[in-house]
C-alpha cells in the first residue's frame, strides 16, 4: 500500500466524520441544540391578531406568542421570534432557521408529509365574512363568487375542496367559489374586503376570533352564516430534522399547560373571555 495514498485516505476519512459531527450537531438532536443555545426559536405570523402580531413598540404580542413564550419559559431557555411567510413554514425543510411553529397550525395529511405535530393546544371555528354593505346574505350567496384567503391555509384547503384535517370533526362543503384570491395573510383579505363588496373580493374566510378582532377593530365587516368548519390547532416540528426528543417535551409542557389551565387562561384573555381549549 502506498504511504501517501493510505495517509490521504485516512484525511480524508477523518475529514468526512468531523463534518458529520459539525452537521449532526446542529441538524441532529435539536432539543439539544435548543438547550446548549439556550434559545427556542419560534415560527409564527408577524400580522395575524389577536393571535400573533408586533405591537406599535416593535414588540411580538398575541395568543401563539403568549403560548410560545411559555413553553420556552418551562423548557428553561428563551424564546426568539421568527416571522416567515405561511406557506414556507407549512413547506417544511426548515434547515434549523426556526425550532417549532407556534402558528394555529391545523395538521392535515398533505402537511404531514414534511411536519410532525406533536400536541394540539386549542380549536376553533373557521368562518365566512362579507362586506357590511353586501347583498350577499347566505352562504350559498357565495357560490361561484370571488374569495379571499389565506395561501398555503386550511381555509384555501376549504375552499379548493380537499381540506384533509387529522383528527377534526366532521364538515360538508358548503361554498363553492367561482374565484379564489389567495394573498400573504388574512389582514390582507380583510383590507380588500373593507373596499367595498365586490371591489376585489365577494367575501373571505378566516378564523373566527380574527374576524371578531376585526369587528372591534372597526372594519366594515360581518359575519355570513355559521361557522364552515372546526380545527384543531397544533404546534409543528420539522420532519426533516426529526427530534422525538424534543417533540416529547414539547407534548409534555402543552399537557403541563393544559392540566394547570394556563392554555385556558390566556385563550380567555385573547379571545374575548372564550375558552378555546376545549375540543368540539
Known amino acids: 500500500m502506498n504511504i501517501k495514498f493510505g495517509l490521504k485516505k485516512v484525511t ?55 403560548v410560545g413564550r411559555e413553553i420556552a419559559k418551562r423548557m428553561g431557555v428563551e424564546a426568539r421570534f421568527i416571522t416567515p411567510d405561511w406557506d414556507v413554514i407549512t413547506a417544511g425543510n426548515w434547515n434549523m432557521r426556526w425550532d417549532v411553529s407556534v402558528g394555529s397550525m391545523t395538521p392535515t395529511a398533505s402537511r404531514s408529509e414534511v ?9 376553533t371555528p373557521a368562518s365566512f365574512a362579507v362586506h357590511t354593505d353586501s ?11 370571488t374569495i379571499c384567503t389565506t395561501a398555503a391555509s386550511t381555509w384555501e384547503m376549504y375552499l379548493q375542496g380537499d381540506l384533509d384535517m387529522l383528527g377534526a370533526p366532521a364538515f360538508t362543503y358548503k361554498v363553492t367559489p367561482g374565484t379564489i384570491t389567495s394573498l400573504k395573510d388574512g389582514s390582507m383579505c380583510a383590507d380588500d374586503t373593507r373596499l367595498g363588496a365586490g371591489v376585489r373580493n365577494d ?31 397544533s404546534l409543528a416540528t420539522d420532519l426533516g430534522n426529526n427530534d422525538p426528543e424534543l417533540d416529547a417535551e414539547l407534548a409534555r409542557i402543552i399537557a403541563e399547560m393544559q392540566k394547570d389551565y394556563t392554555l385556558s387562561l390566556l385563550s380567555i384573555q385573547n379571545f374575548k373571555s372564550k375558552d378555546y381549549t376545549i375540543a368540539y
Open 203 to 233: 367575501g373571505f374566510i378566516d378564523s373566527v376570533p380574527m374576524i371578531e378582532g376585526l369587528i372591534d377593530a372597526g372594519y366594515p365587516v360581518r359575519f355570513l352564516g355559521d361557522p364552515a368548519f372546526h380545527e384543531p390547532l
Open 115 to 123: 411536519l410532525n405535530f406533536p400536541a394540539t393546544y386549542y380549536y
Open 135 to 145: 347583498p350577499v346574505t347566505t352562504l350559498a350567496g357565495l357560490n361561484g363568487k
Open 12 to 66: 480524508i476519512v477523518l475529514a468526512a466524520a468531523l463534518l458529520s459531527m459539525n452537521m449532526s450537531a446542529k441538524a441532529g438532536v435539536v432539543y439539544d441544540y435548543i438547550k446548549a443555545n439556550n434559545e427556542l426559536m419560534i415560527a409564527t405570523d408577524a400580522n395575524w391578531a389577536p393571535f400573533s402580531y408586533i405591537d406599535d413598540d416593535g414588540v411580538m404580542q398575541g395568543f401563539d406568542v403568549e
